[in-house]
């Protein structure tokens, strides 16, 4: 069995890292990589070929090895490359991506979308979304710290005191979580919103203050994802925003629906009243944003405040990155690769056909197929 690697356009992560790949060497499994898939995360060809990796092009890993690990999903182009019969693995957002979830059915090719995995204790170690997501919190947190004009912690000089930085979180999953933790070891002072109330108990246990607005659909359900509020509650906690928006420093937005538009939060009026100086990270750019004027991959200036879309903020800490990715990915292949190093499909495995999204043919998975 082959296996690829493929060399990730505008993203630094690699699928696999030297050491991960080796595991499946020694699995008796052919791993294929691209030239220069692991180098923007520290990993040059020389380690890979040390550990029995063949380099080989792109053209040729797509249209012949059996399974191909990739992040990001393929191009009509490289569609075209598939054989009948292989096996994509990564994050390809199928809700997004209907479309060419068909062209690659038509093309009998197998996809399992690591992000639509079941949110169930035995497949948090294959969760792609939470460990990318605890990196992106981290991360957009320091970007923030470095973009902000003024200290983020509070300090007593002799040339006059500098009080703390203010934050708003909007979204406690997990990389808001991640986000009040790195906030409050910079010496912010950090409040959270989030719809769920739930959440409460783990937001004031890192130190933050939570914004509580009642009435929010239930979202136990929901796989610990955010679902669709009425409208009257959008208004009440419009106007509960509004008055911690005007007074925060920095806003950290992570607010998203599976499959549909991110929710706006913040509106042009709400995000005027902020003063100039001002840092906001929309980590929910990518699917339409957070916060009014949002543009995704940008960094704007908005009456003197400093907006920066960008849902992919993990590519920005390649190394630790890949290495997190790579693990969830070979705890996942271990469900669909023999000891052997054969391909063995089981559907009757929760995750295996959680993630699953085309098979012989067709588009399988029932959220896909729901949002048509």
């Not at 991960?20 to 380690?47: C, H, R, Y």
Request: proline share 4%; hydrophobic share 45%.
């Amino acid at each position: 069995m082959i296996l690829g690697i493929l060399n990730e356009t505008n993203d630094r992560r690699v699928s696999l890292l030297p050491e991960q790949a080796e595991t499946l060497t020694k699995q008796q499994v052919s791993v294929w990589m691209e030239p220069g898939a692991g180098q923007n995360a520290f990993a040059d060809d020389q380690i890979y070929s040390a550990k029995n990796v063949v380099l080989k092009d792109r053209s040729e890993i797509l249209q012949q090895a059996d399974l191909i690990l990739m992040i990001h999903p393929p191009s009509n182009d490289e569609v075209a490359l598939l054989k009948s019969g292989a096996i994509l693995v990564g994050v390809f957002q199928p809700l997004f991506h209907v479309e060419l979830m068909k062209q690659l059915a038509a093309k009998m090719v197998t996809v399992f979308s690591l992000d639509m995995i079941p949110r169930t204790t035995r497949a948090q170690s294959m969760d792609v979304l939470s460990s990318q997501a605890n990196i992106a919190g981290y991360r957009a947190v320091l970007l923030a710290a470095t973009l902000f004009p003024r200290y983020f912690p509070m300090f007593m000089t002799a040339a006059g005191s500098i009080p703390p930085a203010k934050v708003l979180i909007i979204g406690a999953g997990v990389a808001g979580l991640q986000a009040i933790a790195t906030a409050r070891r910079l010496g912010a002072v950090v409040e959270v919103s989030d719809t769920r109330p739930a959440v409460k108990e783990e937001v004031m246990s890192l130190g933050a203050k939570f914004i509580e607005v009642e009435g929010a659909a239930d979202a136990s359900k929901a796989g610990g994802y955010a679902v669709e509020q009425s409208e009257e509650f959008k208004k009440r906690q419009q106007e509960r925003l509004a008055a911690s928006v005007a007074k925060s420093d920095i806003i950290i937005t992570t607010a998203q629906i599976p499959g549909k538009k991110a929710p706006l939060l913040i509106n042009e009026e709400m995000l005027n009243s902020m003063k100039p100086g001002s840092v906001v990270i929309d980590l929910a750019a990518a699917t339409g944003g957070n916060v009014f004027a949002t543009q995704n991959n940008a960094t704007i200036m908005h009456n003197g405040i400093t907006i920066m879309g960008n849902s992919n903020l993990a590519a920005d800490m390649p190394w630790d990155a890949s290495k997190l990715y790579g693990k969830n990915i070979l705890n996942f292949l271990q469900l669909v690769i023999s000891k052997e190093g054969n391909i063995t499909l089981n559907f009757e495995d929760d995750i295996v056909k959680g993630c699953c999204i085309t098979h012989v043919g067709n588009v399988v998975n029932d959220r896909v197929v729901n949002s048509q």
